[in-house]
């Protein structure tokens, strides 16, 4: 919805979260996550899900309205093909300016990894 040249967005979701000690204990990720948010509230939860949910949904929309959600993934599939390959912080460097302008795919990245190392 735009009102006064200004886009606003807003959604309603019901959320069943909980934090039953008994049930979130028995999966130990779930365990630590709500010992990193300091135990909250399932109240609490519904709101950091939510929030998550929109920075989601906001990177999504940044992404159609610049550069693009294929090259925006890409670019996270670079990074990891990177970090796969045991680049350097100069490699990665200069292979995500090289693939500002290229096609990111596995094999691509492999061989201007491999360029980059042979110069």
């Known amino acids: 919805q735009v009102e006064k040249g200004s886009f606003n967005f807003s ?3 019901p959320l069943a979260l909980g934090t039953v000690e008994e049930l979130t ?3 130990q990720l779930s365990k630590v996550a709500l010992e990193i948010l300091q135990k909250p509230t399932a109240e609490d939860l519904m709101k950091v899900v939510a929030v998550a949910g929109l920075a989601q949904n906001y990177a999504t929309v940044k992404s159609f309205i610049t550069t693009g959600i294929q090259q925006e993934h890409m ?8 970090n796969q390959l045991n680049a350097s912080g100069e490699e ?9 302008t290229n096609t ?3 094999r691509a990245v492999e ?3 491999l360029n980059f190392r042979s110069k």
């Open 111 to 113: 061989e201007a990894l």
């Open 25 to 27: 204990s028995l999966h």
């Open 75 to 82: 670019k996270m599939h670079l990074m990891n093909i990177l």
């Open 104 to 106: 990111v795919t596995h």
């Open 11 to 13: 959604l309603e979701i």
């Open 92 to 100: 990665k460097a200069s292979l995500v300016n090289h693939f500002k």
